[in-house]
């Protein structure tokens, strides 16, 4: 049956990204999920006392739209689990005020779009290895990425989100490559789950 959790965990990430909710919102139906759904990452054991993720207050500075232009190239990442070498490919280069982002498509049955970030909160204020601002394949559609016509993306940092592996070693997550790194801090969207 943890596959049909699963299922379900990803119909309602998906569910509440797709939602016409605001940011206050979001992150009110994100605390429930990650309280109370079997799938959470939130280790079973720190349930009962979660009171929720932390953030940064709303930041309007940090929505932009940036130019994109195309990219090329691979990546390949060992996964040291049942998900192996995953593969992706660069699509396209945001040209974003706090530097140039690749967004990433994941090769695999279905494929998507990937937007990890590490910037100059991480380690300190935010999980060490980076946040994502878009994972398709898990349902984060349309608030952290938003491709706009004339070759345009619209970025809203208030979404980056923590990998499942920051709150809990039983994941194994992909981390921001090297031109996925950001020397600005981006002080938006969730914070580290632990102090």
């Given at each position: 049956m943890r596959d049909l959790e699963l299922a379900d965990w990803r119909e309602r990430v998906a569910r509440l990204y797709l939602s016409d909710v605001d940011l206050a919102g979001?992150?009110?139906?994100?605390?429930?999920?990650?309280?109370?759904?079997?799938?959470?990452?939130?280790?079973?054991?720190d349930r009962p006392g979660f009171t929720g993720l932390r953030y940064f207050p709303p930041n309007p500075e940090a929505v932009v739209e940036a130019p994109l232009r195309p990219a090329t190239g691979e990546l390949r990442v060992d996964t040291a689990g049942p998900d192996g070498v995953v593969a992706y490919r660069r699509v396209a280069v945001a040209e974003t005020p706090w530097g140039p982002l690749t967004l990433w498509w994941i090769e695999a049955y279905g494929g998507g779009l990937f937007?990890?970030?590490?910037?100059?909160?991480?380690?300190?204020?935010?999980?060490?290895g980076g946040r994502y601002l878009t994972d398709t394949v898990k349902g984060t559609f349309g608030r952290g990425v938003e491709l706009l016509p004339g070759d345009r993306v619209r970025l809203d940092a208030n979404y980056l989100?923590?990998?499942?592996?920051?709150?809990?070693?039983?994941?194994?997550?992909?981390?921001?490559?090297?031109?996925?790194?950001?020397?600005?801090p981006l002080r938006a969207g969730e914070l580290a789950y632990h102090d």
């Open positions: 979001f992150r009110a139906g994100r605390d429930d999920l990650f309280a109370t759904h079997p799938q959470s990452p939130i280790p079973q054991t937007v990890p970030v590490r910037d100059g909160t991480c380690g300190q204020d935010t999980y060490g989100y923590n990998p499942s592996c920051a709150y809990d070693d039983r994941w194994a997550c992909p981390l921001a490559p090297p031109e996925n790194r950001l020397d600005v």
